[in-house]
């Protein structure tokens, strides 16, 4: 299953099902499960960990060093799951001992061609980055994120579970869950009702997200006043929990 001008480190771990393409280079430290094809022409450093099923590209290079300036040769990791797609010039590079050492992506992810993911980045699972979609380091990406082409996202920012990011989008702060942005920079449209109705969403559900919405977005209110507004509505309506916790994922402020 290992072409004849693959090269394979002697420490890389690889499942006996695996498939390696002509011409691809497999470094050291790198653990391959069951099931994924590696295509020819790929590069892949370690210490990386690639589980179960997954399918790389030719082009795609996967776990080098981190773009990193304070990069100083430490032992940091990339972790990908199960099932994930990795098409055509793909780069995903392994953390920094600034932040956690990791940079991981969960499962069922579909990353197209020349996607960038940077060091320490934290993607979660059912993904869909289109081609030049691009992370800075140490972005936080949640589950069922949709990153349009060309859209990119500044060091340190937060992407909710299933917000979108409209096509040549530039994102300098945290983009709440559900929320629809575009523009450079880029700014709220709305929620992502069809991503929402696509995943069982029920009309209830999704008029209770748009109503929540509203209270950050169209009443006026400080960030504060409207976050005590969506925690009274909570506990009743749960589909609020993912939305007001991403209201203060992190330092960088929300796009609004």
Known sequence: MIHASAIVSASATIADDVEIGAFTVIGDDVEIAGGTQIDSHVVIGGPTRIGRDNHIYQFASVGGDPQDKKYAGE???LEIGERNTIREYC????????????TRMGDDNWIM??????HDCQIG?????????TLAGH???????????FSGVHQFCHLGAHSFLGMYSGCNRNVPAYTLVSGQPAVPRGINSEGLKRRDFTTEQIRNIRNAYRIVYRQGLKLGDAI??????????PELEPFLSSLTMSDRGIVR
């Open 75 to 77: 032992r940091t990791r």
């Open 91 to 102: 780069s995903i590079s392994r953390g920094t001992v600034q932040d956690e050492g990791i």
């Open 113 to 118: 061609a020349y996607v960038h993911i940077a």
């Open 125 to 133: 699972s059912n993904t869909i980055f289109a081609n030049n979609a």
């Open 139 to 149: 972005v936080h990406v949640g589950d069922w994120v949709i990153m349009a082409g």
């Open 228 to 237: 005590l507004e969506i925690e009274n509505l909570v506990g009743d309506q």
